[in-house]
């Protein structure tokens, strides 16, 4: 039982440690921050901005009221909610859509920023040819490594 476990843990350690996996982990967290920046562009700035094309309401407060709470008077004037409200919070579903579709929309670009930076050094990396390994025999005219100082094929004595 012993080794199936050490086996397990060791499997378990080889996985962790693998660039994936941290990738992945470090993707995340990433991702976490970049959301709390684009939800705060979002609330803070074009929801306002929004919100003032349509006459200044705050737009992610916006609801439908299906039905109203329930409240319960007693005869010393206190009041006690028997059943909530109930609504449809529709400005705060238009935010989360907003959100989506910037965070999309940000994605992208860094995408297409990425792929077009690694096409450009794609593109330097097949421009720049390796250095020659070979050479002609001006006698014979065959080829033959750089290092030579004699053509294997018509021996002559080649000039350095």
Known sequence: MAKKKNGFISE?????MRGNVIDLAVG????AAFQAIVNSLVKDIITPCIGALFGN????????TLKEAVVDVAADGTE???SE??????????TAIINFLLMAIVIFIIIKVINTVSEKLKKE????????TTKMCPFCKTEIALEATRCPN??????E
Do not use: H, N, W
Not at 57 to 64: A, I, K, N, T, Y
Not at 85 to 94: K, P
Not at 125 to 132: I, K, M, S
């Open 12 to 16: 378990f350690k080889q996985f962790i």
């Open 28 to 31: 995340v967290i990433i991702g």
């Open 57 to 64: 309401m705050d737009f992610s407060e916006l609801v439908v």
């Open 80 to 82: 006690t909610i028997i």
């Open 85 to 94: 409200a109930v609504v449809l919070r529709y400005g705060a579903f238009i």
């Open 125 to 132: 990396e097949e421009v720049v040819e390796a250095a020659p």
């Open 154 to 159: 018509c021996t002559s004595e080649l000039e």
